[in-house]
């Protein structure tokens, strides 16, 4: 079945997010650089244009007091009535939990590198991915609470790391990041040089190889969005 995802990416100027994320699923994309304004339409019956949902990390913080992320705010609230499969990453995550009313936290530190994450329970977006995985992080903000009737599906010593509200979905960590990405971030980072170099030291052949194990989240992803396609409720 052939499926059409949008993009949203959140992030500030050039960026590898819409790299990143339109060769991580295999799916018709189409891409809105919402910082800049530009939205996708809220589907309305039989003419929505897309099947699913992606929403990128960004350099902002969710609680900033920036028109765009009001505007958004208002739309993802949209999406959530109307019963749209999204997912979010990092920034993503914490902006869905925001959003639908759970609340975000500067954690007072960053957490920044390949790091360890451990999945709890039997969600359909971890299946095949073991119980305990690698995952690349860029962070310094947590979701404290998450919304009200939401699952927590993931966590670490620096705290949630996957939730589910119904079909929408939230991972702190980035499964969409290769070496490249990886690199860029940290050096686009002030940083202490011992800081820097601690975390690039993590960055290794096995660590790199370990994370891809954490992009099987887009595969499942679009199983799920394939599934609700084929609910009678949200067929078109």
Request: some cysteine; hydrophobic content about 35%; charged content about 25%.
């Amino acid at each position: 079945m052939n499926q059409t995802i949008a993009i949203v990416d959140a992030s500030v100027g050039e960026t590898p997010a819409e790299r990143n994320l339109t060769r991580s699923v295999d799916a018709t994309t189409q891409v809105y650089k919402v910082s800049d304004g530009q939205f996708p339409p809220v589907p309305a019956g039989p003419d929505r244009r897309y099947d699913g949902l992606i929403i990128s990390g960004s350099q902002t913080s969710v609680y900033d007091d920036l028109d765009w992320i009001h505007d958004l705010t208002s739309w993802v609230r949209d999406i959530h009535r109307a019963d749209i499969p999204t997912l979010g990453i990092c920034w993503g995550h914490q902006f869905l939990a925001q959003s639908l009313g759970g609340r975000v936290v500067d954690m007072g530190e960053h957490e920044l590198g390949y790091r360890t994450v451990r999945r709890r329970g039997d969600d359909p977006l971890f299946a095949d991915i073991p119980s305990s995985f690698t995952a690349f992080q860029t962070h310094s903000d947590r979701v404290a609470e998450l919304p009200p009737g939401s699952v927590e599906l993931a966590r670490n010593e620096y705290g949630i790391q996957a939730f589910r509200l119904g079909t929408r979905y939230g991972v702190q960590f980035h499964p969409e990041y290769d070496r490249e990405t990886a690199e860029w971030v940290i050096g686009n980072k002030d940083l202490s040089e011992d800081r820097r170099a601690s975390v690039l030291a993590t960055i290794t052949d096995e660590s790199v190889a370990a994370a891809r194990e954490s992009s099987g989240v887009f595969d499942n992803f679009m199983s799920l969005v394939a599934s609700h396609q084929r609910s009678p409720d949200h067929s078109h």
